[in-house]
């Protein structure tokens, strides 16, 4: 006789796209939906959202399907320094500038990892700072300070 297995780590996420879908859609349902043809502000999220549990319900059937391997460790460090880096670049760009504050969230960033040396972290975080300074601002031509003006650079 067959025991019913499953993937947990697919299960869980599957869930939590699911989850995550079915929150922004209530929360568009208080906005104006409109037509498909004349659409309100909340067409986009609600359709947004129907997509993301659409996804999440073909992750949750896939993991029905397959015996994966256990869930691991949550890591916790990565977390501590990805999640932060976002934050902290929209906390500094205006302040200090394009240029330092993608070195400061990359730095930051470089750190999420036990291999990662503080000389390789900031080699790391310079070549970012250059690639992002040539592409965005030179390239692009974003609206960005590439220094703060009281840097004096």
Not at 81 to 95: C, D, E, K, N, Q
Not at 105 to 125: D, Q, R
Not at 131 to 149: E, I, K
Request: charged share 5%; hydrophobic share 60%.
């Amino acid at each position: 006789m067959n025991s019913f297995t499953f993937d947990k780590t697919n299960l869980a996420c599957g869930a939590l796209l699911v989850a995550t879908g079915a929150f922004f859609a209530v929360q568009s349902l208080s906005m104006e939906i409109g037509s498909t043809f004349r659409m309100g502000p909340g067409f986009f999220p609600l359709a947004l959202s129907a997509v993301l549990i659409v996804l999440g319900v073909v992750v949750l059937i896939q993991a029905t399907r397959v015996e994966g391997e256990p869930l691991g460790a949550i890591a916790w460090r990565g977390m501590a320094f990805i999640l932060p880096a976002p934050i902290i670049f929209g906390l500094t760009v205006r302040s200090l500038g394009f240029v330092p504050a993608i070195f400061i969230t990359a730095l930051i960033a470089s750190f999420a990892s036990h291999k990662m040396s503080m000389v390789a972290a900031v080699v790391l975080s310079a070549c970012v700072a250059a690639f992002s300074y040539t592409v965005f601002l030179w390239g692009l031509g974003l609206p960005y300070q590439a220094f703060a003006p009281w840097l004096g650079l």
